[in-house]
């Protein structure tokens, strides 16, 4: 686990958790649009994607600092061997968890569900933020995907879902990473909506249990 200096200056109770490439990417553009007040997190057992990451706390999973190689098997197997670790980083007062990933490779999926339902357990409320792959990615890449999905819903207090075909279909003809870009800056809209609704629920004094009523549904984008 790395601490880097930032972590103590951004301490804050809402935690946003990038996990996996994609969902790390996401990451680096909150952090790059300009976030206040939360602390940002980056996990994954690729030690590059930990590298290029601007998180104020990276934890690197497995042993090797390699990939999953695309199976979500060995990023659930990773994310259980650090469960202590997980919980140590939320556990300093989080209120709010946001677990962001990107479904259909081996980390994001695997790790992404422990992650929230370590976070559920200790009673912080809990929101995956997560993108389903494109068609073209092929069929295995997307079953895995809704595996995530069912995990995730268990585990949360509320799922996120935006389809990269979604995004495909109205951007046809851009470059795959213009099309990324795209879906990333709604990812970051959801999570910045997300977070205004649970302060402006708080000053309004409503309590945990109505928001996490409200969340407690999987809400497609
Ligand atoms: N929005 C967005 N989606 C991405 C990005 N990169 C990859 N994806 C999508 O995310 C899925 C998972 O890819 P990664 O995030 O690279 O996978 P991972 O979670 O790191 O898993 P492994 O590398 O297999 O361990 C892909 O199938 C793509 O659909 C990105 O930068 N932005
Ligand atoms: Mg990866």
């Known amino acids: 686990m790395k ?16 996990i996996g490439c994609g969902g790390n ?9 300009g976030i206040n007040d939360v602390s940002l997190l980056a996990c994954d057992s690729d030690a590059s994607v930990l590298e290029r990451s601007k998180a104020d706390v990276k934890l690197q999973l497995g042993n090797d600092g390699l990939g999953t190689g695309g199976n979500p098997n060995v990023g659930k197997k990773n994310a259980e061997e650090k ?8 556990g300093d007062g989080t209120d709010v968890a946001f677990v962001v ?3 259909g490779g081996g980390c994001g999926t695997g790790v992404a569900p422990v992650v929230a339902r370590e976070a559920r357990q200790m009673g912080i409320t809990t929101i995956c933020v997560a993108t389903l792959p494109f068609v073209l990615e092929g069929t295995q890449r997307f079953g895995q995907s809704l595996e995530g999905v069912r995990e995730m819903a268990k585990n949360a207090d509320g799922v996120f879902l935006l389809n990269n075909q979604y995004i495909f279909r ?6 795959i990473n213009e099309a ?6 709604m990812l970051c809209n959801v999570i910045r909506s997300t977070i ?4 402006k629920q708080k000053k309004a004094n409503r309590d945990k249990i109505g928001l996490r009523r409200f969340l407690r549904k999987i809400i497609s984008i």
């Open 3 to 18: 601490y880097t200096h930032k972590s103590f200056l951004r301490q804050s109770n809402i935690k946003i958790i990038g």
């Open 101 to 103: 990933s990107c479904l």
């Open 180 to 185: 990324f870009a795209q879906t990333d800056g």
């Open 83 to 90: 469960v202590a670790d997980i919980r140590t980083l939320l």
């Open 170 to 175: 109205q951007h046809w003809d851009s470059p």
């Open 25 to 33: 990417n996401v990451i680096n553009n909150l952090y790059a649009s």
């Open 196 to 199: 205004e609704f649970i302060t």
